[in-house]
């Protein structure tokens, strides 16, 4: 046990973290859909999601402070890559899938055509994000400026956004609409899965506006959980989560709409 430890530096203890990150959300899911099947647990069950949402996105971010970490102060980082495989697999395949699950199967309410159409999309995320972590695990020794396919920590974040909002809709507009707007959920599984393991190249932002613009991301939406958690002003409250949940989802879309074209731009020359 002991050389074990010897072999980590601090950012695999960061990497370490981050998966239990995710396992706590996955915990809070479980305390979620079991209340759900009491009438007197919903609210509860509410918050348990959006906690569950929170750590997801607290796993993001430490995701994104272990690389400049490991380049400072790990001189030796043997396990790195490994732990990271493992724990972004859980914190932004598993849970974010199981997020997905839970929030909308409406477990022995819903037709069976849509609970299976929904499992398909949950498992496809997850083994789109297995693949997306073992590409970049095989071309992590080319130090390319860019990434081929959308990152596991955006995927999980897209979700995340998408949930929240589709789950705020109605009481932004109307307590009508949710149900009906639940499909949505499906093309943003399936696509978030295909943008991972796709070939598209989007810039790697370690520094400058870029990061500027994800830690934003990040920021709107723990804001916007926060607002949810402490069940600020129900009605404003919810516009407002409604807002930063829609400006993250909305800066993720344009970072993969622009992405190539500034690859392009920037790196024309880069593998001439």
């Given at each position: 046990?002991?050389?074990?430890?010897?072999m980590?530096?601090?950012?695999?203890?960061?990497?370490?973290?981050?998966?239990?990150?995710?396992?706590v959300?996955?915990?809070?899911?479980?305390?979620?859909?079991?209340?759900?099947?009491?009438?007197?647990g919903?609210?509860?069950?509410?918050?348990?999601?959006?906690?569950?949402?929170?750590?997801?996105?607290?796993s993001?971010?430490?995701d994104?402070?272990?690389?400049?970490?490991?380049?400072?102060?790990?001189?030796r980082?043997?396990?790195?890559?490994?732990?990271?495989?493992m724990?972004?697999?859980?914190?932004?395949?598993?849970?974010?899938?199981?997020?997905?699950?839970g929030?909308?199967?409406n477990?022995?309410?819903a037709?069976?055509y849509?609970?299976?159409?929904?499992?398909?999309?949950?498992?496809w995320?997850?083994?789109?994000?297995?693949l997306?972590?073992?590409?970049?695990?095989?071309?992590?020794?080319?130090?390319?400026?860019?990434?081929?396919?959308?990152?596991s920590?955006?995927?999980?974040?897209?979700?995340v956004?998408?949930?929240?909002?589709?789950?705020?809709?109605?009481s932004?507009?109307?307590?009508?609409?949710?149900v009906?707007?639940?499909?949505?959920?499906?093309?943003?599984?399936?696509?978030?899965?295909a943008?991972?393991?796709?070939?598209?190249?989007?810039?790697?932002f370690?520094?400058?506006?870029?990061?500027?613009?994800?830690?934003?991301?990040?920021?709107?939406?723990?804001?916007?959980?926060?607002?949810?958690?402490?069940?600020?002003?129900?009605?404003?409250?919810?516009?407002?989560?409604?807002?930063?949940?829609?400006?993250?989802?909305?800066?993720?879309?344009?970072?993969?709409l622009?992405?190539?074209?500034?690859?392009?731009?920037?790196?024309?020359?880069?593998?001439?």
């Amino acid at each position: 046990m002991k050389s074990t430890f010897r072999m980590m530096g601090i950012a695999d203890w960061i990497t370490l973290g981050n998966g239990l990150l995710g396992t706590v959300s996955i915990v809070f899911l479980i305390l979620a859909f079991d209340g759900f099947s009491s009438e007197d647990g919903s609210h509860l069950s509410e918050v348990y999601i959006w906690l569950a949402m929170l750590f997801i996105t607290l796993s993001v971010l430490g995701d994104i402070i272990d690389g400049p970490i490991a380049r400072l102060y790990s001189k030796r980082r043997y396990l790195g890559s490994y732990l990271d495989l493992m724990s972004d697999s859980i914190s932004f395949g598993v849970a974010p899938s199981l997020l997905v699950f839970g929030m909308f199967s409406n477990w022995g309410e819903a037709p069976l055509y849509w609970t299976i159409s929904l499992a398909v999309a949950c498992a496809w995320l997850v083994i789109c994000t297995m693949l997306r972590l073992a590409r970049f695990q095989h071309e992590s020794d080319q130090e390319n400026p860019w990434f081929h396919g959308l990152p596991s920590p955006g995927s999980a974040v897209f979700i995340v956004a998408l949930s929240g909002i589709i789950l705020l809709l109605p009481s932004v507009i109307d307590t009508q609409v949710r149900v009906n707007l639940d499909w949505i959920i499906l093309p943003g599984c399936l696509t978030s899965g295909a943008l991972m393991i796709s070939d598209r190249r989007l810039p790697k932002f370690s520094k400058g506006k870029g990061l500027n613009l994800t830690l934003l991301m990040l920021g709107s939406v723990v804001a916007s959980i926060a607002v949810q958690i402490t069940d600020f002003n129900e009605n404003s409250g919810s516009l407002l989560s409604f807002s930063l949940l829609t400006i993250s989802l909305l800066l993720i879309i344009i970072h993969v709409l622009t992405g190539p074209e500034i690859c392009k731009r920037k790196w024309d020359s880069f593998d001439s």
